[in-house]
């Protein structure tokens, strides 16, 4: 997991990527991917979840309660723009990876590609996005790492991102 100085490092950026966005009149949306039926694949419910909860004032789509998933994305991506003007899109997602990366929370510029890891050929999302590399994929089916992943794991890591987006806010 992150140290307190990464923390604030990770913030620090997001926060100036906010700002920007901001001052160009685009609304901040985050768009977190998942099912609460892997609990591996509950990490973007589970953030968009403690958002909503910590009340940032940006807006969220993907929750416990309304997940944002492979069946409904493309429906999701479409309100999104109807919605908002402009949305800067920072998405959110749970990912499979080399053993070696496990455990690593990445921000990088660009769309993230959900359900490559299951072989889901689904839209890429976002300007931004967060991944968290939650297990490693082996010859066995990558759904069974979706399902061997600890909800403690999950839960450290939306903790993590959520602490990382709520110190964007001033």
Known sequence: MMEEKE??????????????SILDNREIVFLCIGSDRYVGDSLGPLVGTMLRESDVPYHIYGTLKEPVHAFNLKDILKDIHKQHKKPLIISIDACLGEKNQVGFIYFNKGPLAPGSALEKILPKVGDYH???????IDPLPASQFLNDTRLFTIFNFAR???KIICHTIK
Request: proline fraction near 0%; aromatic fraction near 8%; charge should be negative.
């Open 130 to 136: 967060f991944k968290s590399m939650i297990n490693y």
């Open 7 to 20: 923390i604030e490092v990770s913030s620090g950026i997001i926060e100036e990527i906010i700002t920007r």
């Open 160 to 162: 993590t991102i959520v």
